[in-house]
Nanobody
Framework: VQLQASRGGLVQAGGSLRLSCAASGRTFSSYAMGWFRQAPGKEREFVGAISWSGGSKDYADSVKGRFTISRDNANNMVYLQMNSLKPEDTAVYYC?????????????????WGQGTLVTVSS
């Protein structure tokens, strides 16, 4: 599976941004998908994950209620809708794929990674 994330961007605090991630391959629906982020000088952290069917979702406490993850298996896409953005959301965001039906918060459980896209939230 190859993953290609959309461009991020610069947004003001309180604003919204939607990231998308396009996956290649015919078995996209076999993969659980995750979003992670890494701020400068910090470790990569879990943002959210969605099961292969979209029936199960998990979010980091820091984004719960503000971010929404979704997927479109027919078009091999996964999305991260980010609302009420805060300066502390500034980071490089990565989409990742994990073979299997269960979701995980551990980045080591994901096999395939997109290239990362920078999201900057100004105060």
């Amino acid at each position: 599976v190859q993953l290609q994330a959309s461009r991020g961007g610069l947004v003001q605090a309180g604003g919204s941004l939607r990231l998308s991630c396009a996956a290649s391959g015919r078995t996209f629906s076999s993969y659980a998908m995750g979003w992670f982020r890494q701020a400068p000088g910090k470790e990569r952290e879990f943002v959210g994950a969605i099961s292969w069917s979209g029936g199960s979702k998990d979010y980091a406490d820091s984004v719960k209620g503000r971010f929404t993850i979704s997927r479109d298996n027919a078009n091999n896409m996964v999305y991260l809708q980010m609302n009420s953005l805060k300066p502390e959301d500034t980071a490089v965001y990565y989409c990742a794929a994990r073979l299997g039906t269960s979701i995980s918060r551990a980045h080591t459980n994901y096999t395939y990674w997109g290239q990362g896209t920078l999201v900057t939230v100004s105060s």
